[in-house]
């Protein structure tokens, strides 16, 4: 495979958003053995849910084009007849009566003794939500402003779609410098940057990819002894998180490698670098080594030059799938990063506070009830973050709106119960919520949330948030909260 191959082509042929919308809503209706059977695909979503996503196109499932350079356009290949039957509107019924719908008085009386576990510490609030009505099934403090931990990622997620499209790519390039026989490295700020020959995170910005490009430029110029500066001033601010330095985070630089993790490990805590900034331009330097390219001296800060053409740029994940990725493995540094995403594509500052008011710009645009919320990061980790329950509930369902559908890798990156991300290990087994409940955790010592989607027994859309405070130990209030999410999905 040559370099070029393992980084992403600039013009996707395929668009990410036909492939995800309407998957949700099909794809959390799957039973148990269909999750174990399908796998998950790189950026989090279940293959059966892309498939069944393509098969509800007219065009069909995967692109058998001739791929680029070919001149034509893609084309999908003819759909196979669902094996599975969907839920939505006018979807084929089973031959069995389909359970009653849960009433909001049957939810709330299976949810309030539940609530009521100490486990759970000394405040809750809830709310549950039909996505497809709108209609409030139960809620209690719902409009309370608490401290979200990881579920404030759904914000994030909503946010960042809402401003750049699920397609958007961010580009990491190469530029003539200044200075006579200086290239620059030129961060954009992309999370899934990796300067590994293969990514264990999967597909992405490749390191790799953009120095054998670079170097075939140079070479074609007649060039092949450089000097190499690095810009990483795209973001501006505090590096670190407000927390300090801190295993769950990288520090927060537009030009990062592999997250600043110094393994192979792609999610949880790890020591970090302490400066990715260099590090990338260091792994840069010895790539372009690599392939023919003296580079002297020790790489340096540097301004790329304005108005010049890149020699080279290699690509992100899409938005979605960055997104997606996130939710899954409740990433903090992917979730910084689209932060500061979104507060760039709408004129601020890209640092925390440029993000927090451009995350809360864009909730606003949409609909969404902010007063009283904070956006104090993109991750959750910061205790100054506050949303309620209802805000949560608010942005599933608008996620899972059919007019929404650049909104929906909101719902299908949601971790699966007992399958996949955060949620492997909860609600799994002989749970009756296994494979139908996708939710976001949230973990800070005190503080457990839990907020996502589920198929109840009637086939409905549930949006449910729970938000908790004072919890003597996770332990047991992620217990107690898992019930909950059952109680959701189990009550009629």
């Known amino acids: 495979m040559c370099d070029r191959e393992r980084g992403w082509s600039e013009v996707p042929l395929v668009k990410t958003w036909q492939l995800i919308a309407g998957s949700a809503v099909a794809g959390l209706a799957l039973s148990v053995a269909a999750v174990t059977a399908a796998g998950p695909w790189d950026s989090g979503q279940r293959k059966a849910e892309r498939d069944r996503a393509a098969s509800w196109d007219r065009t069909g499932g995967a692109d058998h084009g001739g791929g680029p350079g070919s001149g034509a356009l893609p ?8 094996v599975l039957g969907a839920i939505g509107p006018g979807a084929p019924r089973a031959q069995s009566a389909p359970a009653e719908p849960a009433s909001a008085g049957g939810l709330g009386a299976a949810l309030k003794p539940l609530l009521a576990d100490p486990a759970l510490g000394t405040v809750r609030t809830a709310s549950v939500v039909d996505t497809a009505t709108g209609q409030v099934l139960y809620e209690s403090g719902a409009r309370d402003a608490m401290t979200p931990a990881s579920t404030v990622k759904i914000a994030t997620a909503a946010a960042v779609l809402a401003a750049l499209g699920p397609e958007h790519r961010i580009r990491t390039t190469v ?107 260091r792994a840069f330097r010895a790539l372009l080594a690599e392939r023919g390219i003296k580079v002297t001296g020790e790489p340096a800060k540097a301004e790329a030059a304005a108005g010049v053409q890149p020699l080279a740029v290699t690509l992100s994940t899409p938005i979605a799938g960055l997104v997606e ?17 979104t507060a ?46 209802g805000l949560l509930t608010g942005l599933l369902t608008k996620a899972a709106d059919p007019g929404r559908p650049e909104l929906r890798p909101v719902l299908t990156g949601l971790p699966v119960a007992g399958f996949t991300g955060t949620l492997k290990a909860r609600n799994s087994g002989s749970s009756p919520a296994a494979g139908l409940l996708r939710a976001k955790t949230g973990t800070l010592t005190g503080v457990n949330s839990l907020s996502g989607t589920v198929v109840d027994s009637s086939g409905r859309l549930l949006a449910f948030a729970f938000l908790t405070a004072n919890s003597p130990g996770s332990e047991g209030a992620e217990k107690a909260l898992d019930k909950l999410a059952a109680a959701v999905a189990t009550a009629s």
């Open 75 to 82: 084309e999908a290949a003819p759909s196979a007849p669902g």
């Open 344 to 389: 760039l594509a709408s004129g601020r500052p890209a640092s925390f506070e440029g993000a927090e008011k451009a995350v809360t710009d864009r909730l606003t645009a949409l609909g969404i009830d902010t007063a009283g919320s904070r956006f104090a990061d993109g991750s959750g980790l910061n205790r100054a973050d506050k949303v309620s329950a």
């Open 325 to 341: 990725r996130m939710l899954t493995n409740s990433d903090n540094d992917i979730a910084e990063a689209l932060a500061r995403q």
């Open 175 to 281: 530029t003539p410098g200044a200075a006579p026989g200086q290239i620059v490295l030129v961060g954009g700020g992309d999370p899934s940057l990796t300067a590994k020959k293969k990514s264990p995170a999967g597909s992405g910005g490749s390191l790799v990819a953009l120095a054998g490009d670079t170097a075939q430029a140079l070479k074609a110029a007649g060039t092949d002894t450089v000097t190499l500066g690095y810009d990483d001033s795209l973001y501006t601010g505090p590096v670190r998180h407000p927390i300090g330095g801190n295993p769950n985070i990288a520090p927060v630089t537009a030009l990062t490698a592999d997250e600043g993790r110094p393994d192979d490990s792609t999610s949880g805590p790890v020591d970090r670098a302490e400066d990715p900034s260099r590090d990338a331009a």
